[in-house]
Nanobody, 127 residues
Framework: QVQLVESGGGLVQAGGSLRLSCAAS????????MGWFRQAPGKEREFVAR????????YYADSVKGRFTISRDNAKNTVYLQMNSLKPEDTAVYYC????????????????????WGQGTQVTVSS
């Protein structure tokens, strides 16, 4: 089991940057693939990015590709989401999640694939 705590959210102007962090408890962090999802008011939770256990493989939603970068530091039990060129439509609560399984690119984008979730951190982008 792993517990996840996100941080780094806040208010930023369009075009700005933020870096989200997700700290995981436990000594088995490297055994989980990690993902970031987001949920805007009135909308369903949507996939943002995923990173493999070693960090060697990443997936991104088309809406963030080229602007967001997911990374991880297994020594620090932390996964990051660097968000650049932010847009008002990026406004949402951002969640990190852990997947103990091995998922292909289809299942990697589904929230039901992930067993553990953080509490979320709010990101607001003003125009």
């Amino acid at each position: 089991q792993v517990q996840l705590v996100e941080s780094g959210g806040g208010l930023v102007q369009a075009g700005g940057s933020l870096r989200l962090s997700c700290a995981a408890s436990g000594r088995t962090f490297s055994s989980y693939a990690m993902g970031w999802f987001r949920q805007a008011p009135g909308k369903e939770r949507e996939f943002v990015a995923r990173i493999s256990r070693s960090g060697g493989s990443t997936y991104y939603a088309d809406s963030v590709k080229g602007r967001f970068t997911i990374s991880r530091d297994n020594a620090k039990n932390t996964v990051y989401l660097q968000m650049n060129s932010l847009k008002p439509e990026d406004t949402a609560v951002y969640y990190c999640a852990a997947d103990p399984g091995y998922s292909d690119s289809y299942y990697a984008r589904r929230s039901s694939t992930y067993d553990y979730w953080g509490q979320g951190t709010q990101v607001t982008v003003s125009s």
